[in-house]
């Protein structure tokens, strides 16, 4: 929340207010309020590990008072990467940038998390300060040392701009699941206090859901079942190797945004799947499958993600949050996500908002750091 939003638009009703700031208790973990800081990508890790810019970054949250705070997506394998710049933890020698992170905003006496992903058929694009574009095959080659593929379940294109996937073999899943497993012992060398699985926008796990992109006739593919096979073994290896006494969140895309694609139904059932393989907490967002999502009614606006995650709550009886334009509202407004039947957590719209500079045209000069991006609101472009 900024300064200048008032406090009219908390106190709707004290119910209201008492629930978004009542304590939360996830296996071992309690809460001490149900605002959670969203992942966010930031594009500023050095060879796949966490700098300054992270500490500072997630620390601001921390000191805020959050009530959890999660990492940006952060990369189980070189090829998994969304950008040159991402954290990883593919590798031993990113665990300790991680932890210096981790212990940080804990000494505030806030539990973190970290949000394990592998971006797929959507890998290797640019910051969205420099326009936030696929990357050509060629780019992806000479931008740094590690490899770097884009994969998926078919030999499908994410949109126009991404070249073709290779489709992953057998052996080639095995290894993503194997993968995911590691980078989870990782995260608990780490010392984080929860983990969270990305099978949202379009990412490699969502794109083995859609049947948009998912054309395989072998086990992983065909109806929802096999198509739900892949999110299934990788939260079950996750859940091998994660304490028992910590929780497991899966961001989820409640419909992928392309017609005739994955629907809040879909959803549903993989809510209560993912349940039976340990997961605790279904974080509830949508689209970003293909370039179709830019088409899709949706009707957004504040709190838009609330009514899938509140469906799925009350179908399965999971435990959800919404992610998004959850700023409170104003009083005469639709309530909030909280109370019967609604979403157990907010991620405030405001708090991922705090990374723009919000400015007119002109008043920066180059000395700043802030540049403009076409038809985007103005970001921190970091000199080089």
Not at 16 to 42: E, G, H, W, Y
Not at 95 to 113: E, H, N, S, T, W
Not at 277 to 294: K, N
Request: proline share 5%; hydrophobic share 35%.
């Amino acid at each position: 929340m900024t300064s200048s939003e008032s406090s009219s638009e908390i106190n709707e009703t004290d119910g209201d207010a008492s629930k978004l700031f009542s304590p939360l208790t996830l296996r071992d973990l309690t809460l001490r309020n149900r605002i959670v800081i969203s992942p966010m990508c930031q594009h500023a890790a050095e060879d796949g590990k966490a700098t300054d810019w992270h500490l500072v970054h997630l620390g601001k949250f921390a000191l805020g008072g959050a009530g959890l705070v999660f990492t940006e997506s952060t990369a189980v394998s070189p090829h998994g990467r969304i950008g040159v710049s991402d954290l990883g933890l593919w590798r031993d020698d990113q665990i300790a940038p991680l932890k210096r992170v981790a212990d940080f905003v804990q000494a505030q006496g806030v539990p973190i998390g970290v949000q394990l992903a592998h971006a797929g058929r959507k890998a290797g694009s640019q910051a969205l300060w420099d326009g936030g574009r696929a990357l050509a095959p060629e780019q992806m080659r000479l931008a740094d040392d590690s490899p770097w593929r884009r994969l998926g379940p078919s030999a499908l294109a994410a949109g126009p701009e991404w070249s073709v996937p290779d489709a992953l073999t057998l052996d080639d899943i095995k290894t993503i699941v194997d993968e995911f497993g590691t980078a989870t012992r990782r995260a608990q060398a780490a010392g984080f206090d929860a983990i969270e699985l990305h099978f949202g926008h379009g990412y490699l796990i969502a794109s083995f859901l859609s049947p948009i992109s998912n054309h395989r006739t072998d086990g992983y593919g065909g109806d929802r079942q096999r198509r739900m096979r892949l999110a299934r073994e990788v939260a079950l290896r996750v859940g091998e190797e994660w304490p028992a006494a910590k929780p497991l969140f899966c961001r989820i895309s409640a419909v992928d945004g392309a017609e005739g694609g994955w629907s809040v139904d879909d959803s549903t059932d993989l809510a209560r799947e993912l349940s039976r393989c340990g997961v605790d907490v279904i974080d509830v967002s949508s689209g970003g499958l293909t370039e179709e999502t830019r088409r899709l009614t949706v009707p957004r606006g504040l709190g838009f993600q609330v009514d899938f995650a509140r469906r799925i709550k009350q179908e399965t009886g999971v435990t959800t949050q919404a992610v998004g334009m959850n700023r409170r509202r104003r009083p005469g407004r639709t309530n909030p996500p909280f109370g019967s039947g609604r979403p157990d957590r907010d991620r405030p719209r405001g708090t991922e908002r705090s990374v723009l500079a919000a400015a007119g045209a002109g008043r920066f000069g180059a000395s700043t750091g802030l540049r403009r991006v076409a038809g985007a609101p103005w970001r921190l472009a970091r000199q080089t």
